[in-house]
């Protein structure tokens, strides 16, 4: 979430190095008082999710936030939760859940579309969203490292064929990183992040994803 003084000044500097987008992740059971970025800044995706109230309160208040904020002339698409499937044994509840929101979503504004953002693709994590969430139109996948250069291609042999978006990425996750003796993460020196941004940057602006957003 973009501190408060960052709506008016984070936005802008984006949009002078060239980037159309910001993630804003916001909620009604959130402190309020900070209005998404105003028109003169770039694009931005709403990253809605569940407040721990129980499934019926937590859409009540999930559509609340969408009649709120969908005319805002900045809104792009609405998040429909982040890795919300992340580490459970068991995700046979995530997927419906997934289409139940998406559904309350379109039904409250059908103007804008519904994007469901996965960590990584698993063995057949995009395939369940396309068949148990079709109310989605929109797939993005946080993919770090190397695994980006096969990401469409894993993607695509799920069976989703609609839009694709890297919606995190960066040089190299903490988990990924080696480690010393003692068990802590090595960090890469500043000309090896860079070195590997760019590569990762040419990978994603390939045809096949229609966005990216750099995380970490």
Avoid: C
């Amino acid at each position: 979430r973009l501190p408060d003084e960052a709506h008016s000044r984070i936005p802008r500097r984006l949009a002078g190095f060239g980037r159309g987008g910001v993630v804003e992740a916001r909620a009604p059971f959130r402190d309020e008082g900070v209005e998404p970025p105003a028109p003169l800044t770039p694009v931005g995706v709403a990253a809605l999710g569940g407040g721990g109230g129980g499934p019926r309160r937590d859409l009540a208040r999930l559509r609340a936030e969408v009649r709120r904020y969908k005319d805002h002339p900045a809104l792009l698409m609405w998040g429909i939760g982040n890795e919300v499937e992340a580490e459970l044994t068991d995700t046979s509840r995530v997927w419906p859940a997934i289409e139940q929101a998406a559904r309350m979503v379109k039904s409250a504004d059908p103007d804008h579309p519904t994007m469901a953002v996965l960590q990584e693709t698993g063995d057949d994590k995009a395939r369940k969203i396309g068949a148990l969430a079709p109310d989605i139109d929109v797939l993005g996948v946080n993919s770090y490292g190397d695994a980006l250069a096969s990401l469409r291609t894993r993607v695509r042999q799920q069976r989703w064929t609609g839009p694709l978006v890297v919606t995190e990425f960066g040089p190299l996750g903490a988990w990924q990183a080696g480690r010393t003796p003692w068990g802590a993460s090595i960090e890469p020196t500043s000309s090896a992040k860079a070195a590997l941004m760019r590569r990762y940057l040419a990978l994603t602006a390939e045809p096949g994803f229609a966005g990216q957003i750099v995380f970490y």
